[in-house]
């Protein structure tokens, strides 16, 4: 069965989200390396604290057994800002019906192989289709996703091959990455559920989403107060403000590139009288 | 803070409020409305084509501080229908006025989140029962997606510093696929000549079109030409 956690509901969802959490540092930093932050036992990034949403399965005992994470392509998501290596170097696709999805994983410790509905295979497919039912319900009709090639591999198995790659693979940790193109369409979610005999709604009804969520909830205020806020700006960047974000551009700057980015953007907001100095007199400062 | 009704400032290229009927109009919707915040302009921006009736009342009684529609919708990634918020605080109270005014309960709103913490909420309604209300959901759901970020893009596009960080960055793909578009082909020559699938030059495609705010492929070709990206065939 399938629950969606998201920005509205996650105050409910403590014991949820804390198993995924586990679940992702188990998955990505012990098994597959990658350079994660593990605090307590749980993989937890800044993207984390975006209100994403998550596609969370979980077996008949309410255990958390398989994962993913979305987020809009118009805003901050993984490709843009972190596996901008996957593009080589182009600019990430942005477009209002397109999710990215990411950290998708499941429990091969709980799960076992073959293919009842306690299998790795029974659930990668439940939580495939369900991320693809729910995008489609949202009006999106596309995903790109960040997977590793045996993922890749999955996919293809189960009557799901993406229908296209953006950028190129790259290795991260003891695996490599890829970033791959999916369709939201009826006719892929159909093949998805035949390949893996599922069958109905996979996703909770009301009685059991209010089961799984946590016995004593938290006030109201919590339940309200979120990093991305709708924090009325007191006023608006000043030009001092956006000088120092120019100038710790120019200082962090690891590469060639970077340096060259930064200084085009300064050169851009110079010409357009947006700052008072140049490059050269930040440079030095 | 500052509160812009951008219906009331002169604009360049488009009126935002016209924008809202045409949405209406083309998608058999009463009401439409759009509220955002950009971080770096310091600015908030909201415009509707309720009555005004309707608007002077929600402002005074200050329910932009707690509609649920605005306060939750904005936590989630997904579009919210209405019906998930019914049992949300101030639900009951706004929507038995809104009702006074002959707006309906039945409504959804997209939240759009752009690449610097800007935020742009974008909500429809429609009186109508409740099939009827999923049937045209399910109908319309993508083009409002497309019509929520294009809005959204305008306003934080309306200043200039985010104006000037949010030049269009296309990649390799999105440029060869557009100069194609330009030399004539349609997508599925574009699809062939490339060795792709008719899909990826879609996907593409409509990421150039967001980046380019455009509409539709012939304005994103236009906008490529004029600022260089591509060349005129």
């Known amino acids: 069965m399938i629950l969606i956690i998201d920005g ?16 992702r ?10 350079e994660v932050d593990i605090v307590d036992g749980k993989e937890v990034d800044q993207f984390d604290a975006l209100d994403p949403a998550y596609v969370i399965g979980l077996n008949d005992e309410g255990r958390v057994v398989s994962c993913v994470r979305a987020l809009q392509t118009t805003g901050p998501h993984m490709l843009a800002d972190v596996f901008s290596d996957i593009l080589d170097g182009e600019a990430p696709l942005r477009s209002a019906t397109l999710w990215e999805s990411t950290r998708f994983c499941v429990d091969t410790e709980v799960l076992d192989r073959g293919n009842s509905r306690n299998s790795v295979s029974y659930a990668t497919c439940e939580l495939m289709a369900a991320s693809l039912e729910y995008a489609r319900n ?42 791959a193109l999916l369709d939201c369409t009826e006719d892929r979610i159909n093949r998805i559920r035949k390949f893996a005999g599922i069958e109905g709604n996979v996703f909770v009804d009301d009685a059991t989403a209010e089961a799984l969520a946590d016995p004593t909830p938290v006030a109201e205020e919590r339940a309200m107060s979120c990093s991305l806020g709708w924090h009325e700006p007191e006023k608006p960047c000043r030009q001092d403000q956006l000088e120092q974000y120019l100038i710790d551009q120019l200082m962090d700057a690891s590469t060639g590139e970077e340096l060259a980015g930064a200084k085009r953007l300064a050169d ?18 | 803070m ?26 058999e919707l009463d009401y439409a409305a759009y509220a955002g915040v950009n971080p770096i302009a310091g600015s908030v921006h909201g415009f509707v084509n309720y009555p005004d009736e309707w608007q002077t009342h929600y402002v005074e009684r200050g329910y932009q501080h707690k509609d649920p529609a605005l306060i939750l919708a904005r936590r989630s990634i997904a579009p919210v229908d209405w019906h998930g918020l ?40 429609r009186d109508c029962p409740d099939r009827e209300w999923q049937l045209l959901k399910s109908k319309i759901l993508s083009d409002l997606q497309g019509a929520a970020v294009q809005l959204h893009d305008n306003v934080v596009r309306s200043h200039a510093l985010t104006r000037t960080l949010m030049h269009p960055a296309l990649s390799k793909r999105e440029t060869e696929i557009l100069q194609w578009i330009a030399a004539g082909k349609s997508q599925q020559d574009v699809a062939d000549i490339l060795s792709i699938s008719s899909r990826t030059v879609e996907v593409h495609l409509r990421s150039g079109r967001t980046k380019l705010g455009a509409l539709t492929t012939a304005q994103a070709v236009g906008r490529a030409i004029g600022m260089g990206l591509i060349c005129p065939d």
């Open chain 1, 8 to 23: 509205m509901n996650r105050h409910r969802y403590g014991r949820v989200l804390d198993e995924m959490f586990a679940l």
């Open chain 1, 25 to 34: 540092a188990r998955v990505f930093g012990d098994r597959l390396g990658w």
């Open chain 1, 138 to 179: 949202s009006g999106i009709t596309d995903i790109v996703t960040v997977i590793d090639p045996i993922m890749n591999r999955v996919l293809k198995r189960s009557d799901c091959a993406p229908y296209d790659y953006v950028g190129s693979t790259k290795p991260m940790g003891k695996v490599a990455a890829m970033a």
């Open chain 1, 268 to 285: 851009m907001l110079f010409d357009k009288k947006m700052i008072a100095r140049r490059v050269t007199e930040m440079a030095g400062h």
């Open chain 2, 2 to 27: 500052s509160v812009i009704d951008l219906s009331k400032v002169p604009y360049p290229e488009n009126n935002l409020r016209l924008f809202l009927d045409e949405v209406c109009e083309a998608h």
């Open chain 2, 86 to 125: 019914r049992s949300a605080p101030a639900f009951q109270t706004i929507f038995r006025d809104a009702h006074d005014f002959g707006i309906a309960e039945q409504g959804l709103t997209i939240p759009v989140r752009g690449p610097f913490g800007d935020i742009g909420l974008f909500s429809v309604t």
